[in-house]
């Protein structure tokens, strides 16, 4: 338990759906973050949050699209998907300035059909 | 563009000495990290290198040296436990923590 939870743990869409994905952190951090974690390939850094305001965006579709509504919370929006979106996304967490440690969710296992 | 290298499997016994290396070209460079990621499980820090040299954490020591554009990650007494993906990551966004991470090295501790 890494004080970073996200749900669902499993989702299956068709790719008309539209779905959410929600983190949420209990451990005081100011920045959260979005990965995207597929077979053979390393984690990709998708989208960052540090005190609330997004600072990156790693050209990211727009088929994904993130949400931080307060520090502790952010949602991953995902609509007209494609099968190469499935993955495992990660949520993390930090506190800004410490020496790169962060804090992962379990994520979520996405198949898009 | 941004890349890491590490090796993508090692195999060692119970009780052994491991070191996975990782090599790294990037446009900044704010610290070498290490992770550990059990099967199905969620990536765990293990260490931090801002500096050159070395760092001990128990049985896991990390190095590095930013001259080469290299470090490793030592684990001592292996154990069974130990079996996972290790990630070398490199911070690039200064304060808020931004990292690029490597491909993974997948480590089977055998008896």
């Known amino acids: 338990e890494t004080g970073v939870t996200q749900t669902p743990r499993h989702l299956v869409m068709g790719m008309t759906n539209k779905k959410s994905l929600k983190c949420e952190q209990h451990?005081?951090?100011?920045?959260m973050y979005w990965y995207k974690q597929s077979a053979k390939k390393p984690l990709e850094l998708m989208f960052v949050y540090s005190l609330e305001e997004r600072v990156e965006n790693n050209s990211v579709p727009s088929r994904f699209s993130p949400e931080c509504p307060n520090s502790s919370h952010l949602f991953l929006h995902l609509h007209t998907l494609q099968p190469e979106d499935s993955a495992l996304y990660l949520c993390?967490?930090?506190?800004?300035?410490?020496?790169?440690?962060?804090?992962f969710g379990p994520g979520t296992r996405l198949t898009v059909l | 563009g941004q890349s890491l290298e590490q090796p993508s499997e090692v195999t060692a016994v119970e009780g052994a000495i491991v070191q996975i290396n990782c090599t790294y070209q990037t446009s900044g460079f704010y610290g070498l990290s290490w992770y550990q990621q059990h099967d199905g499980g969620a990536p765990t820090f293990l260490s931090y290198?801002?500096?050159?040299g070395l760092e001990e954490t128990g049985r896991f020591s990390s190095f590095l040296s930013r001259s080469d554009s290299y470090g490793y990650l030592l684990l001592q007494e292996l154990q069974m436990k130990d079996s996972a993906s290790y990630f070398c990551?490199?911070?690039?966004?200064?304060?808020?923590?931004?990292?690029?991470f490597g491909t993974g090295t997948l480590l089977a501790v055998q008896p």
């Open positions: 993390a967490s930090s506190q800004v300035g410490t020496d790169n440690e962060q804090f």
């Open positions: 290198n801002g500096l050159d």
């Open positions: 451990l005081g951090h100011n920045a």
């Open positions: 990551a490199v911070g690039y966004g200064g304060a808020t923590n931004k990292l690029i």
